[in-house]
């Protein structure tokens, strides 16, 4: 009977240990177990939604019907305590550590410098180490879905393949298989094809390199061998529990949820009558993230994972039924198995299915997700159900009723999340017929992102002809994400049906397609006239497949011409060998002195091996509290009364912290205005801090918080777009202004002038870690102990100092490393922390804030969103004679560091270009969105999209390319900038040149044309673009920075500095000035943490200024030192390091010393419009190629080839690192990442899901990076020059390369000239810009006729 069921132990194992848990939570998720109950800290919290990999741990079941161990990756942070029974975890703990045994996962990725802020690295080694377990010699297409799951901000991914490119038996080439050619002569995408295709003839050039003696960024040989005799074996116990065939149902019951797990279908069905609305729980990844993120609370779950009947796949002539219960790899499997055994006029629709599951997520969720689940979730951008609907497919459901077959048709789907399924029916098995002769299936995705991203749209089309003819006996098409729910188009294919399948029929078509999918101009998920494109797209593509498959049967005449083939071709995919070139360092230079040379990441290994504690890995302290945010949900309004009754009177609730907790200042200043730490009397926009609740554990808070009832009343005058806050002068005050020469004049003189203007979009930090914080309280004299992720520790002790009005003496911040943090864990972090501090200081126990990966990117603010209008004077010859430009940025609510950016923004808008009348002025705008804050390139990203965009448009005028008109305004000779600072352009100019070498552009400027003139819908873009980029803080004071230097009596020394590392390497680099000053090798340095009792008052770890500030300061200790020692050295010249450094204890010299950098005297005089304020230029270039499927907007970055003048690089591996990081964030600046603003100003894209960075299906195939040779830089350690920044902006390269692609489109479509094209350059943006007859035939509806689902340009 239901309701008496054995309240089972739950038995697994964790890394070879038993777990028997009697109390089990059905809340928790394996993540939460792992980290809080198990102390396993390795396996990270990135997004909690299964959209980031972080979290990815290694599930083995045995299966009892084959008598094998299944290992799988998994979601930790979506996986169910719950659903362990029998299984067997393994964490990245449980292969390898540094005090044991590494395993190669772990030191490969290490040693291959793919692991910078290392937050992503134990997801990364545990997919890695799963495929291999499976695998043990994968190709690199295996390794590259392995990773499609997981994110990484730092690296680019391109170190990360190439460490586990290792694991392969051959290299990344498929000639190298063993035969002399590819071993699939068809292979669109067989490297050596591509070489030949593309011209990208370096592969030639990359080995001979390799030959001379190239230097290589780490070595192949000594690495450790794959050993699987090392790995975990599965548990006995657990193979036996399972064949001893005894499985009980399991009841697990929570605060709030009850969870049963039954093992017969009989039984899933009693309880199903018994509790409708139950959800059956399989893989957890639609109905997890309702609970989690939509707050959703069942009472009552139904997890029939034990249940065989669920998992049954039967074969039958007719087709192939497979279990509701299996997960996509497995249905993938099934039909993977059949595709290879039948004939293939019976596969089309497996084949077609194959497709959407190679797309379907990534291999996490596909290990989990299961066919039932995917289906009766209903989602409207479901992959499988437009295919299984045109497929014909049927579902079995069973209720108490008995069993019925329905099939998956127009009628199945009946709105949001609904089917017609009653509420008691369980979904059992999916029938999958085989195809008929003369039938054929096809499936159609577009999504944001190539891999790991819901599509925007997909569909299903199956077309039947009558024998031998071409004429169109039945047809079925589905959409997908055009509607609440899976929709069908039967009054197209009606039009269709029994017509000759050509173009006439085609065209009468899409008239009706556009009437039969009426999507509203205010249709939620927005990209309206894209989305009814892409059905355009979608069956215009069907056309030409099906065409030219008629043409292959022989039943039409002609196949399809040339260029229209373009619409058919898949766009490249196989990735060509990375090469990375730079400079050796100088002969004579010892051997121990690592500085020059390509040295690890010093945490890389216990990054790899999960050991290297971040924030939140620190235990739990007694007592300990965990804070929650309330924010505001009103964009402007005026707070009313806030009620905590309800939420203090929750279990574990203990206080709420209001503006009136704090004793000391309630608000921070920065720039001279002012930001309320704890809103008090009005918000001023959605997701501002109003108060904050502690409780005794995070679900707790979390209640509380939820619980806390705030009543508004609506304020007027919302500002969200910069053109609201222009027409209302809504700004932060001071605006700047810049110029040289004489505008007007250079208008006048003039050939032409033109007026343009482009947008750049904001841009999310995703840092990997969130923002995470402990505050503990000293116990005495009011003090208190911050540890914390943060770029500017000495602010935020500053702040707390003011905050609770205490001396600064009393309050020490920590930072041991930061996962990642590329500007946004500076002022917002200070903010953070001080509500955390007045928490720790009222309860007087710790208390610990980790944000949501949804709460931080609703409350943190991002990159500004920037509005460039210009207007160019220019001459026939190319040569610019006058630029005006005004810049807007959305500030945000609050000023935070919007003036900083504005004036940045200035200090770079000429960047390469000697323009004689120059005229610039920018403005921070307020609004309603939350403050924006400094991110990586601090403005100069946006400015100088401006910039080239300008460049770009004279070109388009004149019908030259970009790079003549480029070069024809570049500086050449001494210099001044625009605010009068003298340099010499001479490395950028060979920057250029050595770019345009290295690439071959000007052959490949006619290889792309002839492409182009053969491909209609295919169509190839490049561009070269050049960066100067100033280093240093106008602000004199910041570039500052001081060390502590500690030697103790075993040798060993300890190098304390003001600087946080967050990825970049800095305490790696920091440990080789230490190493080369003492003459001692690294190994006996150690960098502990940064800490502001150890090295006070530092300042910020940002501009790209850490390594020249700190590394100064660290050498200036460390020579001190070591001058200290020379009496000693001098007595006993054949003494050790060791003997000196006892003996000079015995002397009574001191061991330990400060180091202090006073850094340059820089600045900048607003009034006069001139300055110094940058210690000197760090310059590159860059070239992009891509090639663009102009149906759909989806493009594929080909080749970059990217050079950088770094002066003398103190480490290759760290410096190319941040070079391929930054350009890989600017390629999703310039071209994916998009921040999404409802009309009232709520932020809808809140995590992985919704907000798309980089992944490694976005690499370009083929990367070069070249370090500029023979330069010097006098103003920076060791000749080196800053570098955590510029190359971002190069990133725009794939966006002008695209833009370029898009202008041959429409020149194709009778179009030319200048044309708007926004950042970032969507697939949605590009697709519609190039102006095809299908984009044409959209209507679009009156803008201000409708409210659209999103605000369209903030
Ligand atoms: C990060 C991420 C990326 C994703 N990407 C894609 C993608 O690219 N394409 C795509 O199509 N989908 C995608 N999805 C959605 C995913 O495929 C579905 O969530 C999944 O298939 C649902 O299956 P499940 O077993 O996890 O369902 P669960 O979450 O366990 O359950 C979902 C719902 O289905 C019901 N249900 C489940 N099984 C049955 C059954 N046998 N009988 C009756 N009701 C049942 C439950 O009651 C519940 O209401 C993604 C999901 C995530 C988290
Ligand atoms: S934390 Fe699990 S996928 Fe992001
Ligand atoms: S190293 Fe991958 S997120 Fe930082």
Redesign the pocket.
């Known amino acids: 009977m239901a309701g008496e069921r054995e309240c089972g132990y739950l038995t697994f194992y964790v890394n070879g240990k038993k777990v028997t848990d009697p109390d089990v939570d059905p809340e928790t998720m394996l993540l939460s177990y792992l980290r809080k109950k198990m102390r396993l800290t390795g396996t990270k919290y990135g997004c909690g939604?299964?959209?980031c990999g972080a979290c990815t741990a290694m599930l083995s079941r045995y299966q009892v019907h084959t008598g094998t161990i299944v290992h799988c990756a998994v979601n930790a942070c979506?996986l169910p305590v719950c659903q362990l029974q029998g299984a067997a975890v393994t964490t990245v703990e449980g292969i390898g550590n540094t005090k044991t045994k590494l395993h190669p996962v772990q030191e490969r990725i290490a040693k291959a410098h793919g692991s910078q802020c290392g937050f992503c690295t134990p997801g990364m080694v545990m997919s890695m180490y799963t495929l291999l377990r499976n695998k043990p010699q994968p190709d690199m297409e295996d390794i590259r879905e392995a990773l499609a799951g997981n994110l990484c901000r730092c690296t680019g991914y391109r170190p990360i393949l190439d460490g586990y490119e290792t694991f392969c038996e051959s290299p990344n080439c498929c000639q190298m298989n063993g035969a002399k050619s590819c071993l699939n002569e068809n292979n669109p995408n067989c490297c050596q094809q591509s070489v030949k295709e593309t011209g990208l003839a370096n592969e030639a050039e990359v080995a001979d390199s390799l030959e001379n003696g190239h230097l290589e960024l780490f070595s192949k040989d000594d690495l450790l061998p794959l050993d699987p005799s090392q790995d975990l074996i599965f548990p006995p116990e657990l193979i036996r529990m399972a064949e001893s065939g005894v499985q009980t149902t399991q009841t697990f019951r929570g605060e709030r949820i009850t969870w049963v797990s039954p093992v017969s279908l009989d039984e899933v069905v009693d309880l199903k009558a018994l509790h409708p609305q139950a959800?059956?729980?399989?893989?957890?990844?639609?109905?997890?993230?309702d609970i989690k993120f939509k707050g959703v609370l069942h009472p009552f779950i139904i997890s029939?994972t034990r249940v065989p009947e669920?998992f049954e796949v039967k074969h039958t002539p007719q087709g192939v039924s497979i279990g509701?219960?299996c997960s996509?790899s497995g249905v993938r499997a099934v039909l993977g198995g059949l595709v290879q055994t039948l004939p293939p006029e019976q596969t089309e629709l497996h084949r077609a299915l194959l497709q959407?599951l190679g797309?379907?997520?990534?291999q996490q969720?596909r290990n989990?997700?299961?066919?039932?689940?995917?289906i009766?979730?209903a989602?409207p951008?479901?992959?499988?159900n437009p295919v299984l609907a045109a497929g014909n497919c049927r579902l079995t459901?069973v209720s108490k009723g008995g069993t019925r077959e329905i099939p998956i048709n127009k009628d199945f789907f009946v709105g949001f999340g609904k089917t017609v399924?009653n509420p008691d029916?369980?979904?059992?098995s999916v029938f999958i017929p085989v195809s008929c002769k003369g039938e054929f299936v096809r499936a159609f995705r577009q999504?944001p992102r190539k891999e790991?991203?819901?599509?925007t749209v997909n569909a299903g089309m199956r077309v039947r002809f009558h024998d031998g003819s071409s004429a169109v006996e039945d047809l079925s098409i589905f959409y997908g994400g055009v509607g609440p729910c899976t929709v069908s188009a039967p009054k197209t294919c009606q039009q269709i049906i029994g017509r000759l399948w050509g173009e006439e029929a085609l065209n009468a078509a899409y008239q009706m397609l556009l009437e039969e999918i009426p999507l509203p101009p205010s249709a939620p998920g927005g990209k309206v006239a894209f989305r009814r494109a892409l059905t355009l797209s979608f069956l215009f593509k069907f056309y030409l497949q099906m065409h030219q498959k008629l043409a292959e049967m022989g039943v039409i005449a002609e196949g399809l011409q040339q260029d229209m083939r373009s619409g058919l071709d898949p766009l490249p995919s196989h990735f060509l060998p990375s090469y990375q070139e730079f400079q050796g360092v100088l002969e004579g230079q010892p051997g121990q002195d690592p500085v020059g040379r390509p040295m690890m990441h010093r945490s890389a290994l216990s990054q790899a091996t999960g050991e290297a504690v971040y924030c939140d890995d620190m235990p739990r302290t007694e007592g300990e509290l965990f804070l929650s945010l309330v924010t505001s949900t009103k964009a402007h309004a005026k707070i009313i009364n806030i009620d905590m009754s309800a939420a203090l009177a929750l279990p574990g609730v203990v206080d709420v912290i209001t503006t009136k907790d704090i004793p000391g200042k309630k608000f921070r200043t920065f720039s001279g205005l002012t930001e309320e730490l704890l809103a008090e009397e009005e918000v001023t926009c959605v997701g501002q801090i109003v108060c904050a609740v502690v409780a005794d554990t995070k679900p707790h808070a979390k209640q509380g918080a939820a619980a806390v009832k705030i009543t508004y009343e609506d304020l007027p005058d919302r500002v969200f777009t910069v053109e609201e806050a222009i027409e209302k002068k809504s700004f932060f005050e001071p605006q700047r202004e810049i110029g040289r020469g004489d505008v007007t004049k250079g208008f006048k003189m003039a050939d032409q002038i033109y007026e343009g203007e482009i947008r750049i979009g904001g841009q999310e930090h995703f840092y990997m870690e969130t923002q995470s914080m402990l505050v503990i309280p000293g116990g005495e004299d009011k003090e208190m102990n911050v540890y914390l992720s943060s770029q500017h520790p000495s602010y935020v002790q500053d702040s707390i100092a003011e905050t609770l009005d205490i001396p600064s003496n009393r309050v020490t911040c920590h930072v041991k490393r930061v996962g990642g943090a590329f500007g946004g864990k500076v002022t917002k972090t200070t903010i953070l922390a001080c509500i955390t501090a007045v928490a720790a200081w009222k309860t007087e126990r710790s208390v610990r804030l980790v944000l949501e990966r949804g709460e931080d990117m609703l409350i943190t603010g991002a990159r500004h969103p920037v509005l460039g209008q210009y207007k160019v004077g220019f001459m026939r010859d190319g040569q610019i004679t006058a630029a005006d430009v005004k810049y807007y940025t959305n500030a945000g609510n609050c000023v935070d560091e919007s003036v900083l950016v504005i004036e940045k923004i200035l200090l770079h808008f000429d960047n390469a270009y000697n323009i004689p009348n120059l005229h610039g002025r920018s403005t921070a705008c307020q609004t309603n969105l939350p403050s924006n804050t400094a991110f990586r390139g601090f403005g100069v990203p946006q400015s100088l999209l401006v910039t080239e965009n300008i460049i770009n448009d004279v070109a388009l005028k004149l019908g030259r390319t970009a790079e003549e008109i480029r070069e024809a305004n570049m500086y050449r000779g001494p210099s001044l900038t625009p605010y009068k600072m003298e340099f010499d352009p001479e490395n950028m100019l060979r920057c250029w040149e050595e770019c345009k070498r290295r690439s071959s552009i000007q052959s490949r400027h006619d290889d792309i044309a002839q492409f182009n003139q053969r491909n209609h819908w295919k169509k190839r873009g490049i561009a070269l673009v050049p960066i100067k980029y100033g280093i240093g803080f106008a602000e004199s004071f910041l570039n500052q920075a001081a060390a502590l230097v500690h030697i103790f009596l075993d040798g060993t020394v300890l190098v304390s500095h003001g600087g946080a590392e967050m990825g970049q390497g800095l305490h790696t680099k920091m440990q080789q000035v230490a190493s080369r000053e003492l003459c001692i090798p690294s190994s006996l340095i150690h960098i502990s943490e940064t800490n502001t009792h150890m090295v006070p008052n530092t300042c910020p770890s940002a501009a790209s200024f850490g390594t020249d500030a700190n590394g100064m300061a660290v050498k200036d200790a460390c020579e001190t030192l070591y001058t200290r020692l020379e009496p000693i050295r001098k007595k006993d010249p054949e003494g050790t390091w060791q003997s000196w450094i006892q003996k000079a204890f015995l002397e009574k010299i001191s061991l330990s010393t400060t180091g202090y950098y006073r850094g340059l005297d820089l600045y900048m005089d607003w009034e006069k419009q001139e300055g110094h304020p940058y210690a000197y230029f760090t310059y590159g270039a860059c070239c992009c190629e891509v090639e663009l499927d102009c149906l759909t907007g989806d493009y594929r970055t080909v080749r970059t080839d990217l050079v950088m003048d770094i002066g003398r690089s103190i480490n290759p591996s760290i410096d190319i690192g941040q070079i391929e990081g930054a350009f890989m964030q600017g390629v999703g600046l310039y071209t994916m990442e998009e921040l999404k603003f409802s009309p009232s100003g709520v932020l809808y894209t809140r995590g992985?899901?919704q907000y798309k960075i980089p992944a490694i299906c976005d690499v370009p195939l083929q990367l070069n990076i070249y370090l500029l040779p023979g330069s010097q830089n006098p103003h920076a350690i060791y000749s080196s020059k800053g570098i955590g920044e510029p190359a971002l902006f190069l990133g725009s390269a794939v966006f002008f390369a695209l833009k370029d692609a898009v202008a041959s489109a429409r020149r194709d479509a009778g179009l030319s000239g200048p044309f708007e094209f926004n950042s970032p350059a969507t697939p949605e943006r590009t697709c519609l810009a190039c102006a095809s007859h299908l984009t044409q035939m959209v209507p679009i509806s009156e803008p201000g006729s409708f409210q659209p689902w999103a605000i369209e340009s903030p």
Do not use: H, K, R, W
Not at 425 to 428: H, K, P, R, W
Not at 452 to 455: D, P, S
């Open positions: 939604g299964g959209g979506l959800p059956i729980v399989m893989g957890n990844t639609n109905i997890g993230l029939p669920l509701a219960g996509m959407q797309n379907l997520a990534g969720i989990v997700a299961t066919l039932g689940g995917n009766v979730s989602y951008n479901s992959d499988l459901v399924l029916e369980i979904a059992l999504a790991n991203a819901l599509a992985p899901g």
